[in-house]
């Protein structure tokens, strides 16, 4: 587990460190590294002019050799050189469980959420009225929530750094009790000249540098933000959109490498993660496109998709909540729309970036692999029940109540059996 905070203390003033242990038992301290950031570090304003503000000093410190399943307390201190401590306060955590262990696992995942005035204050770039809906939900149900994925367009600063503060404090009460995990989105990355694959300047100068610095995500590179990471029965692989993933690519090589190296016997759920829709989406900047999806997206993940039997695809980026069919290659591979059973035999693809940011409209055009559509804010969230079921939930912001679901039943060899394109070609031979 990894703990990260802010402060005022550069480590020529002060140690950061955590003081943690098993809850009850005896506590230990683990040094924290120190980052920042000047405005050099900013590709272009407002980020590097009006919006600077420095960041102070972050913190992070890893917490290790954990018992799976085991609940731990912790406090941050800092060590003075005149031997004085100052202390925060008491928080707690469960552990992961052990890669492929048995037990009820719960996963909440939605993009573009931002923050919002708690007071009804007015703010820049005010376009995140359901961020506190979101937020509050995620907290009054805690108890049922064991990690959460924010995929992408995490606060909407734009280049307004002191932005990243009121939004760390808003989720403060989530992410200082389970893993908050992020993607990279076009807000937190692009900016023209910077090696985005879009050459827009949607991140306000940024260019990665805040959320690289903000949050730790377990990457080889912090700037090219993809990676694996593993919670029990699932294995989730963490594409980086604003990074070209074409095939031929290292993200390209890495996403692949990341699908192929699960063992599903253990890690039955295979989820694939990232901000701009690459799979399928209604929503009507894509069908105005003629895509239904980022343009390039499908062309070459769908391959890997389906050869490694994904489960389910889930993108941020446009505003809404959808869902399809388990689908390949626009087809619907199983029409059956609230449980499964046996094989997919193809990937179901989710939109789900509705979590606070102004909704986007949807196309008028019904497709035949839209099976659920809604204009509203919301969050999605799993539950692995064990090897072989799976509970999806869609979950509105507003009352946190459940308005679309599908069950998963299946065997270990459902998954190893083939389907279209999941298996090597092969001729009988006499």
Same mark, same amino acid.
């Given at each position: 587990?990894?703990?990260?905070?802010?402060?005022?203390?550069?480590?020529?003033?002060?140690?950061?460190?955590?003081?943690?242990?098993?809850?009850?038992?005896?506590?230990?301290?683990?040094?924290?590294?120190?980052?920042?950031?000047?405005?050099?570090?900013?590709?272009?304003?407002?980020?590097?002019?009006?919006?600077?503000?420095?960041?102070?000093?972050?913190?992070?410190?890893?917490?290790?050799?954990?018992?799976?399943?085991?609940?731990?307390?912790?406090?941050?201190?800092?060590?003075?050189?005149?031997?004085?401590?100052?202390?925060?306060?008491?928080?707690?955590?469960?552990?992961?469980?052990?890669?492929?262990?048995?037990?009820?696992?719960?996963?909440?995942?939605?993009?573009?959420?931002?923050?919002?005035?708690? #007071?009804?204050? /007015?703010?820049?770039?005010? @376009?995140?009225? &359901?961020?506190?809906?979101?937020? =509050?939900?995620? *907290?009054? #149900?805690?108890? /049922?929530?064991?990690?959460? @994925?924010?995929? &992408?367009?995490?606060?909407?600063? =734009?280049?307004? *750094?002191?932005?990243?503060?009121?939004?760390?404090?808003?989720?403060?009460?989530?992410?200082?009790?389970?893993?908050?995990?992020?993607?990279?989105?076009?807000?937190?990355?692009?900016?023209?000249?910077?090696?985005?694959?879009?050459?827009?300047?949607?991140?306000?100068?940024?260019?990665?540098?805040?959320?690289?610095?903000?949050?730790?995500?377990?990457?080889?590179?912090?700037?090219?933000?993809?990676?694996?990471?593993?919670?029990?029965?699932?294995?989730?692989?963490?594409?980086?959109?604003?990074?070209?993933?074409?095939?031929?690519?290292?993200?390209?090589?890495?996403?692949?490498?990341?699908?192929?190296?699960?063992?599903?016997?253990?890690?039955?759920?295979?989820?694939?993660?990232?901000?701009?829709?690459?799979?399928?989406?209604?929503?009507?900047?894509?069908?105005?496109?003629?895509?239904?999806?980022?343009?390039?997206?499908?062309?070459?993940?769908?391959?890997?998709?389906?050869?490694?039997?994904?489960?389910?695809?889930?993108?941020?980026?446009?505003?809404?909540?959808?869902?399809?069919?388990?689908?390949?290659?626009?087809?619907?591979?199983?029409?059956?729309?609230?449980?499964?059973?046996?094989?997919?035999?193809?990937?179901?693809?989710?939109?789900?970036?509705?979590?606070?940011?102004?909704?986007?409209?949807?196309?008028?055009?019904?497709?035949?692999?839209?099976?659920?559509?809604?204009?509203?804010?919301?969050?999605?969230?799993?539950?692995?029940?064990?090897?072989?079921?799976?509970?999806?939930?869609?979950?509105?912001?507003?009352?946190?109540?459940?308005?679309?679901?599908?069950?998963?039943?299946?065997?270990?060899?459902?998954?190893?059996?083939?389907?279209?394109?999941?298996?090597?070609?092969?001729?009988?031979?006499?």
């Amino acid at each position: 587990m990894t703990v990260t905070w802010t402060s005022g203390y550069g480590i020529n003033e002060a140690e950061p460190f955590v003081e943690w242990g098993p809850k009850g038992g005896q506590q230990g301290h683990s040094p924290a590294g120190t980052l920042t950031f000047d405005r050099s570090s900013m590709c272009g304003a407002p980020a590097r002019t009006v919006g600077w503000r420095d960041p102070g000093f972050i913190h992070t410190s890893f917490l290790k050799e954990l018992w799976p399943n085991t609940m731990y307390t912790y406090k941050l201190g800092h060590r003075f050189l005149n031997g004085t401590y100052m202390w925060n306060q008491m928080h707690q955590f469960k552990s992961s469980p052990y890669p492929g262990q048995n037990s009820v696992q719960r996963v909440v995942i939605f993009g573009d959420m931002g923050k919002d005035e708690a #007071d009804g204050s /007015n703010e820049y770039n005010q @376009f995140q009225p &359901g961020a506190l809906n979101t937020t =509050n939900q995620l *907290i009054n #149900d805690l108890e /049922n929530i064991d990690i959460v @994925f924010h995929i &992408g367009d995490i606060c909407y600063a =734009n280049g307004y *750094i002191s932005q990243w503060d009121q939004f760390t404090s808003q989720i403060e009460p989530i992410a200082s009790t389970i893993p908050y995990m992020l993607a990279s989105g076009n807000h937190e990355r692009d900016w023209p000249g910077t090696g985005s694959f879009y050459g827009n300047m949607d991140s306000g100068g940024e260019c990665g540098v805040l959320v690289q610095n903000m949050f730790y995500v377990p990457t080889v590179n912090r700037d090219k933000f993809w990676y694996s990471t593993d919670y029990g029965m699932f294995r989730f692989c963490i594409a980086d959109t604003e990074h070209d993933w074409r095939q031929g690519t290292e993200q390209y090589n890495f996403i692949e490498q990341c699908l192929a190296s699960v063992d599903r016997q253990k890690q039955p759920w295979l989820i694939f993660l990232a901000h701009r829709v690459l799979g399928y989406s209604s929503d009507a900047s894509y069908a105005d496109e003629g895509s239904f999806a980022e343009p390039m997206g499908r062309e070459s993940l769908q391959i890997l998709w389906q050869k490694y039997k994904v489960d389910i695809a889930i993108f941020g980026h446009v505003h809404n909540y959808e869902r399809t069919c388990p689908i390949y290659q626009n087809i619907c591979t199983n029409n059956e729309k609230p449980f499964y059973k046996g094989a997919l035999n193809g990937t179901i693809h989710v939109a789900a970036g509705g979590a606070g940011a102004s909704l986007s409209e949807f196309t008028p055009i019904q497709t035949k692999w839209s099976i659920f559509r809604d204009y509203d804010h919301g969050f999605v969230k799993l539950t692995a029940f064990d090897h072989s079921n799976l509970l999806f939930e869609y979950k509105k912001s507003r009352d946190g109540k459940v308005y679309d679901s599908f069950r998963i039943s299946r065997d270990y060899r459902d998954i190893l059996a083939c389907t279209v394109d999941s298996c090597p070609s092969m001729t009988l031979a006499s």
